[in-house]
């Protein structure tokens, strides 16, 4: 039954919600996964999308993202700083670079990012283009124009601004700001000429239907960059309590973004360490990128781990620049 959708994907098609709903609920997990790493391999071959992120300031969010170590609303005890070390940055970078990474960003705690922080940021910038060849994005909360286009002048090509989960869930999630409030920042980068990176985190609570909305929310908004988070409770926040997802609630989610988003990188980020070495598995099922190293406020593989994974799992790793 299964196969129908893929052939249909294959020729230029898509699935709509209702389509999308009977494979997740129908289709056997195992068939479910050969398949959407059959749409991975045949549309992107064995290309893995690799970045790594900076935390580039760090803590007193004012925001109430209830699955956030570093709002100011929770008593977390997380690092706090107004400006991450330049030289570490750079250190960082490098050793991504040689390892085979292609992107690196860096990532603002707050709202919004400063146009003090904004400027301390352009240096930081201009340092990565002159001593590597990444391609350099942000993300740094809610956007003006003015704030996207000098980012753009930075040398900035895609902007990162998470959806996080459903407009329908959204709520639950987050009283601060608004979900639509989130879009328009993606339609503001969009304006302003840089590519959008955007995705969520899946174990909040939702459904398995608010999962799949979230998926078609990015399609609609025309993401080809899509982090997926699994939600990893950090204790004294509210999400602390719920319980992780299981690998076959991970991988079905994997699978089903990668039908309904055939073109785009599914991007495996924070939290796949919880799935210790099933989190290979996300990759045999439809995901095509990840984050590699940590992820801001928790603990990811070494890098040299990573790239040893996804060679393993027979993906191309650019290693022109690897140190032997």
Same mark, same amino acid.
């Given at each position: 039954?299964i196969?129908?959708?893929?052939a249909?994907?294959?020729?230029?098609?898509?699935i709509?919600?209702?389509?999308?709903?009977?494979?997740a609920?129908?289709v056997?997990?195992?068939?479910?996964?050969?398949?959407?790493?059959?749409l991975?391999?045949?549309?992107?071959?064995?290309?893995?999308d690799?970045?790594?992120i900076?935390? $580039?300031?760090?803590?007193? %969010? =004012?925001?109430?993202?209830?699955?956030?170590?570093? /709002?100011?609303?929770?008593?977390? #005890?997380?690092a706090?700083?107004?400006l991450?070390?330049?030289?570490?940055?750079l250190a960082?970078a490098?050793?991504?670079?040689?390892?085979?990474?292609?992107?690196?960003?860096?990532?603002?705690?707050?709202r919004?990012?400063?146009?003090?922080?904004?400027?301390?940021f352009?240096k930081?910038?201009k340092d990565?283009?002159?001593?590597?060849?990444?391609?350099?994005c942000?993300?740094m909360?809610?956007?003006?124009?003015?704030k996207a286009?000098?980012?753009k002048?930075?040398?900035?090509?895609?902007?990162?601004c998470?959806l996080e989960?459903?407009r329908?869930?959204?709520p639950?999630v987050?009283?601060?700001?608004?979900?639509?409030?989130k879009?328009a920042t993606?339609?503001?980068?969009?304006? $302003?000429?840089?590519e959008v %990176? =955007?995705?969520?985190?899946?174990?909040?609570g939702e /459904?398995?239907e608010?999962?799949? #909305?979230?998926?078609?929310?990015?399609?609609e908004?025309?993401?080809?960059?899509?982090?997926?988070n699994i939600?990893?409770?950090?204790?004294d926040?509210p999400?602390?309590?719920?319980?992780?997802?299981?690998?076959?609630?991970?991988?079905?989610?994997?699978a089903?973004?990668?039908?309904?988003l055939?073109?785009?990188?599914?991007?495996?980020?924070?939290?796949?360490?919880?799935l210790?070495?099933?989190?290979?598995?996300?990759?045999t099922?439809?995901?095509n990128?990840?984050?590699v190293?940590?992820?801001?406020t928790t603990?990811?593989?070494?890098l040299?781990?990573?790239?040893?994974?996804?060679?393993?799992?027979?993906?191309?790793v650019?290693?022109k620049l690897?140190?032997k």
């Amino acid at each position: 039954m299964i196969e129908k959708y893929t052939a249909k994907i294959l020729a230029g098609g898509e699935i709509d919600f209702a389509d999308a709903l009977h494979i997740a609920e129908n289709v056997e997990p195992a068939q479910l996964y050969q398949e959407a790493d059959k749409l991975r391999h045949v549309i992107h071959n064995n290309k893995l999308d690799l970045c790594s992120i900076v935390n $580039a300031k760090s803590g007193k %969010c =004012s925001e109430d993202c209830k699955f956030c170590a570093q /709002s100011s609303h929770y008593d977390v #005890e997380v690092a706090s700083y107004d400006l991450v070390n330049p030289v570490e940055v750079l250190a960082l970078a490098k050793e991504n670079e040689q390892g085979g990474v292609g992107r690196f960003s860096l990532v603002t705690a707050g709202r919004e990012v400063s146009e003090g922080n904004l400027e301390e940021f352009r240096k930081i910038y201009k340092d990565l283009q002159d001593v590597t060849k990444m391609s350099l994005c942000a993300s740094m909360g809610f956007l003006t124009m003015e704030k996207a286009l000098k980012l753009k002048d930075m040398g900035v090509s895609r902007y990162h601004c998470n959806l996080e989960t459903s407009r329908s869930f959204f709520p639950n999630v987050c009283t601060t700001h608004t979900w639509d409030e989130k879009v328009a920042t993606i339609k503001i980068a969009q304006d $302003a000429g840089l590519e959008v %990176c =955007s995705g969520g985190i899946i174990g909040l609570g939702e /459904s398995l239907e608010q999962r799949l #909305e979230l998926a078609f929310e990015l399609k609609e908004l025309g993401i080809l960059s899509v982090p997926l988070n699994i939600l990893n409770p950090i204790k004294d926040t509210p999400f602390e309590h719920l319980t992780p997802l299981t690998i076959s609630e991970v991988l079905t989610c994997v699978a089903m973004f990668r039908f309904i988003l055939p073109e785009a990188v599914i991007r495996i980020a924070g939290g796949r360490n919880l799935l210790g070495e099933e989190q290979e598995k996300c990759f045999t099922s439809g995901a095509n990128g990840s984050i590699v190293g940590n992820y801001l406020t928790t603990l990811g593989k070494s890098l040299d781990e990573d790239i040893k994974m996804f060679r393993d799992l027979g993906f191309d790793v650019d290693e022109k620049l690897r140190q032997k």
